[in-house]
């Protein structure tokens, strides 16, 4: 499996992004998909996930409402939607998937993750 993250960038806070991540060598079923975060001087955290079959989301309480994470496995594609970011929003961005028997199952700790995409850089401005 090989995940390929983008979109990351400097926006101001109120602003908008939408992070891509792209999958290659798995079946989507049996993989679910998540977004975690890494800020300065903190450990990674998980901030959204989606199970194998795309009907379960899990979002950290610090962006419920504000980001969507959707997936499409016809492209092979999860997306992390962040809208109304705010300073601590800033920080590495990853893409990961985690092989599961389960299709609805989330995982929401970096440890149930196989497989890593090398991150995209958020930042955002007060």
């Known amino acids: 499996v090989q995940l390929q993250a983008s979109g990351g960038g400097l926006v101001q806070a109120g602003g908008s992004l939408r992070l891509s991540c792209a999958a290659s060598g798995f079946a989507s079923d049996k993989h679910g998909l998540g977004w975690f975060r890494q800020a300065p001087g903190n450990e990674r955290e998980a901030v959204a996930c989606?199970?194998?079959?795309?009907?379960?989301?899990w979002y950290t309480d610090s962006v419920q409402g504000r980001f969507t994470v959707s997936r499409d496995d016809g492209k092979n594609t999860v997306w992390l939607q962040m809208n109304f970011l705010k300073p601590e929003d800033t920080g590495i961005y990853f893409c990961?998937?985690?092989?599961?028997?389960?299709?609805?199952?989330?995982?929401?700790?970096?440890?149930?993750?196989?497989?890593w995409g090398q991150g995209t850089l958020v930042t955002v401005s007060s």
């Open positions: 989606i199970s194998g079959d795309g009907r379960n989301t």
């Open positions: 990961a998937a985690m092989r599961t028997s389960e299709p609805r199952w989330i995982g929401t700790l970096s440890a149930e993750y196989d497989y």
